[in-house]
């Protein structure tokens, strides 16, 4: 079946950091990969999108995260956190172009100041 | 208003009550969704709608039932829900179906 796994449930980082979340999903076809993030009280937001092209995508606030066919991924990177980035992280995966946007259960972040 | 809304925004009902959930959208796109988010779970898929056809009934149970009477709007009419119904309903929606999706600020229902 399809779908997308995010490994890391919670992360907790000091501001300065380095961030990674991971994401891969099951499918071996097209699939158009994006990643979400909800901020504690806020509606879900794109972070960014990848549909084809160069495979490193970036985002706003800084955020980029790499495609890599061969791995099924679709890794979110920060080179620095700040403590405003303390939010849940939703990676979400649409196979063949189809309306069904399949998504991770989520990384919530816990950025220290 | 901008992007997407929904009201009311949060919901205590019934189990024997019936009610609505409201969605509409700003951003002059033709494909409307609704998500469940349950505790611990990913965001679940119920309805899609494009260009005010329903194209997708994740095999959601009857005691939902969604709308979509013009390309703004979709509503989510409930009635003898259940406890474990209990969750955060979004409603998104896109400029076509294989788009991003931009979300609504969700409903938060309880039943009791």
């Known amino acids: 079946a399809q779908s997308v796994s995010q490994h890391n449930h919670h992360v907790i980082l000091s501001e300065a950091a380095s961030l990674e979340l991971g994401c891969n999903y099951s499918?071996?076809?097209?699939?158009?990969l994006f990643w979400y993030v909800q901020y504690p009280g806020q509606h879900l937001q794109l972070l960014l999108k990848?549909?084809?092209?160069?495979?490193l995508v970036k985002g706003i606030k800084g955020f980029e995260a790499e495609f890599i066919k061969s791995k099924f991924s679709f890794n979110l990177r920060k080179p620095s956190v700040q403590w405003s980035d303390t939010a849940e992280y939703f990676c979400?995966?649409?196979?063949?172009?189809?309306?069904?946007?399949?998504f991770g259960s989520g990384t919530r972040l816990l950025v220290r100041p | 208003e901008t992007g997407v809304t929904q009201t009311p925004r949060h919901l205590v009902m019934g189990m024997t009550n019936k009610k609505s959930l409201k969605c509409e959208q700003h951003?002059?796109?033709?494909?409307m969704y609704w998500y469940k988010q349950s505790a611990k779970k990913p965001l679940e898929l119920m309805f899609v709608?494009?260009?005010?056809?329903?194209?997708e009934n994740n095999s959601v149970p009857s005691r939902f039932s969604p709308e979509c009477p013009n390309s703004s709007h979709l509503f989510l009419h409930l009635h003898t829900l259940q406890p474990e119904d209990s969750a955060l309903y979004l409603c998104?929606?896109?400029?076509?179906?294989?788009?991003?999706?931009?979300f609504g600020p969700g409903t938060r229902l309880t039943v009791t």
């Open positions: 998104a929606s896109s400029q076509r179906t294989d788009y991003e999706q931009y």
């Open positions: 499918y071996g076809g097209t699939v158009n």
């Open positions: 990848y549909f084809s092209g160069d495979p």
């Open positions: 979400a995966a649409m196979m063949d172009s189809s309306y069904k946007l399949i």
């Open positions: 951003l002059g796109h033709n494909a």
């Open positions: 709608y494009s260009l005010e056809e329903r194209v």
